[in-house]
């Protein structure tokens, strides 16, 4: 029987067990992987039969089953990280249900004596238009008095929290009162399949901008060595690719052929605008046609006079 050896990724190897920084104190790592572009390949070559090497090239082959959205060939490779991320951030991150995960345990252990501080150049405003997000940013003179503020509460959260456990007071119980900028770590592992989809949320431009910064990290620093081909066709057929509904398709098509009032017709139907024509100030789909109308250099209908 022929031997098989364990594809080995060069580019992911030299970096293997290095910290890439995140934020002020946050890092992620790289502890072991499973798989390679080759083995994206080789999983969808037993799929599809023998034959379908002689047709398609790797590249080829790999860009296809990113661009119909065959998903199991990808799960065929796997990644197991180490992470230092602030516990507000992992909040978001660990919704992703979909890795295997074990966390640092503040029962068993002191809590990690580090907190994620914020520049007065870095406090945001809350965002008019999205209730989970922000836009923009406090003035200077007052986001320096929002940081001196910051540091105190650090320090003395983390004061109260020390008093505790020479008093006593049994861990579990001692750090109910720290802060979520706390730094906690964990072990992530996931498949590609997973990790892509949790980069293109993640990567998204109205994702926090924190955990925007370890996805970052993970995608450009660490996939890219890994998976580069996977990689490439992520970002060309995900992460930069724009996707068009129905309506959508509908209205674009009216634009190019200069049916301005077949394309305000659907535009009312589909709620983008009231009856009278005017933009529904509560319809994101709008927004983001128009977001994506400006991609192509088109107009709305509603602003064409």
């Known amino acids: 029987m022929e031997t098989m050896e364990r594809p080995r990724v060069p580019a992911l190897d030299a970096v293997l067990g290095q910290s890439f920084k995140a934020l002020d104190d946050g890092f992620v790592r790289v502890v ?31 860009r296809y089953l990113m661009r119909q959205w065959h998903t199991t060939p990808f799960e065929m490779c796997e990644i197991k990280l180490h992470v230092r991320v602030p516990m507000d951030c992992w909040r978001q991150w660990i919704r992703h249900r979909t890795a295997n995960v074990n966390e640092y345990s503040t029962r068993y ?33 007052l986001g320096e ?25 049994a861990r579990e119980q001692a750090r109910k009162d720290l802060p979520l900028s706390t730094y906690t770590e964990a072990y992530w592992k996931i498949d590609l399949h997973n990790l892509l989809h949790f980069l293109r949320l993640r990567l998204d431009s109205h994702a926090q901008q924190e955990i925007r910064a370890f996805a970052s990290i993970i995608g450009y620093e660490i996939v890219n060595r890994w998976c580069p081909i996977a990689w490439e066709a992520f970002i060309d057929y995900r992460l930069k690719a724009v996707t068009l509904s129905r309506i959508e398709l509908d209205i674009i098509r009216s634009l190019i052929e200069k049916r301005i009032p077949d394309a305000m017709k659907a535009a009312v139907i589909s ?17 983001e046609l128009e977001f994506k109308l400006e991609l192509f250099g088109l107009s709305p209908p509603w602003q064409v006079t």
């Open 109 to 141: 252990s002191e809590a990690i004596d580090a907190a994620q501080s914020t520049s007065p150049l870095e406090w945001r405003r809350q965002s008019k238009s999205n209730r989970q997000g922000s836009e923009g940013t406090i003035e200077p003179i």
């Open 32 to 62: 072991d992987y499973l798989g390679s572009d080759e083995s994206i390949v080789q999983a969808a070559r037993v799929s599809y039969g023998r034959g379908t090497k002689k047709i398609s090239e790797d590249r080829a082959l790999i």
């Open 145 to 169: 008095e929002l940081s001196r503020d910051e540091a105190e509460l650090h320090r003395m959260s983390r004061l109260i929290y020390e008093k505790r456990l020479r008093s006593g007071v």
């Open 271 to 287: 709620g983008f605008l009231a009856k009278d024509g005017t933009p529904n100030s509560k319809s994101r789909e709008r927004k």
